[in-house]
């Protein structure tokens, strides 16, 4: 199997790493195309595949991930127009349908996903869908190569937008508020590495926790918080912030442009 990453930037060097050192894919069998010379020479360096500005000879690429912007998607789809029969696409960008994508290159057999950042240290989550009845048989083969990174959820089309604007942009949210939680730790007097660390590890446990656990955030916060204890307190003076309705409008608000990208 022949792979071809289109853009190896954070999300698609991600993907990219994690593959080769699990050895889902072998450095010479791995394409990389990307803009620039210095970037396609660090990824030989550092992996070893063939990368470079140009595209491969797309008649022996089996497998194709497109890991770029929505606004480039087009120009990216006008080359593919005469790729094989049955190759199987995989875009990453958000707000772009499948049937745009298959009206562009109806050969193909299409798959959108939605992995996040996290993906870099194997704990990321992406959403998955396929389309129509003929990539069913593939998506298997797509979803082993995702797990490298993380955890893959199986998903509708018409979810995968929702899920990138939370789980998607949701790293770039936690670190606003890993950094928000870091700067009362400062106020406080800790040392700013120190209230990092705190931060950092605090937002990972919870995470953690209510994976393995299973059980609903609210029962998790109802642990932690005693009646007339400090834990509460706190969480009534963020709740009076906003804090709820802030997430609430910044999820939605990436939803919204996620959209208009797409158009």
Known sequence: MQTLFIGAGAMGGAILSRSLQAKKLLPENTYVTVKSEEH???????FGVNASTQLPDL????????????????CVLDQLKDVPEG???????????????SAAVPQAIW?????????????????????????????KQVV?????VGVVSIVEESHLDCLSALSGAGPGYMFVIMDALADAGVRMGLPRDLAIKAAAQ???????????SGE???VLRDQVTSPGGTTIAGIAAMEKGGLRSALHD??????????ELGK
């Open 250 to 259: 910044g999820v939605l608000a990436c939803l919204a442009r996620s959209n």
């Open 59 to 74: 008649s022996t690429i089996t497998t194709i991930i497109l890991a770029v912007k929505p606004q480039v998607m087009k």
């Open 40 to 46: 396609a020479y660090t990824l030989l360096e550092d």
């Open 144 to 148: 082993k190569l995702f797990e490298v």
């Open 202 to 212: 605090t937002m990972y446990g919870a995470g953690k926790m209510a994976v393995e």
């Open 216 to 218: 609903h955030p609210a």
């Open 111 to 139: 798959f959108r996903a939605m992995p996040n950042t996290p993906a870099a240290v194997g704990a990321g989550m992406t959403a998955l869908t396929a389309y129509g009845e003929q990539a069913k048989p593939y998506t």
């Open 87 to 101: 190759t199987i696409i995989i875009s990453l960008a958000a707000g772009i349908t499948l049937s745009t994508l």
